[in-house]
């Protein structure tokens, strides 16, 4: 079956960087379109950068600039690197996968999530 699993998470002041990194399987990489989406407590799940399974990239106006997302399909691995980071980017962030050429805002398939805190 389709696994998702994410890695890179933690806590780091404003400013700073990180960078999430996602192993897929269970599936042919890259005939998956992926991305990324978050969700804090007590807010909206947000889509903020996904790949088509044609290589489309697209990101949330949120994170537009500062977040980078890219793919080492040697490695079934999706990465979100994330620069400038604000305390508002806070939030537990979710790897997902969908056998459509274009993301959906639901994905038929999500990780587990990695915690992100931005402290000011």
């Known amino acids: 079956q389709v696994q998702l699993v994410e890695s890179g998470g933690g806590s780091v002041q404003s400013g700073g960087s990180l960078r999430l990194s996602c192993t897929a399987s269970?599936?042919?990489?890259?005939?998956?379109?992926m991305g990324w989406f978050r969700q804090a407590p007590g807010k909206e799940r947000e889509g903020i950068a996904s790949?088509?399974?044609?290589?489309?990239?697209s990101y949330a106006d949120s994170v537009k600039g500062r977040f980078t997302i890219s793919q080492d399909n040697a490695k079934n691995t999706l990465y979100l690197q994330m620069n400038s980071l604000k305390p508002e980017d806070t939030s537990m962030y979710y790897c997902?996968?969908?056998?459509?050429?274009?993301?959906?805002?639901?994905?038929?398939?999500w990780g587990q999530g990695t915690q992100v805190t931005v402290s000011s």
């Open positions: 997902t996968a969908d056998p459509r050429k274009k993301l959906p805002w639901l994905p038929a398939y």
């Open positions: 269970g599936y042919t990489y890259g005939s998956y379109s």
């Open positions: 790949i088509d399974n044609d290589g489309s990239i």
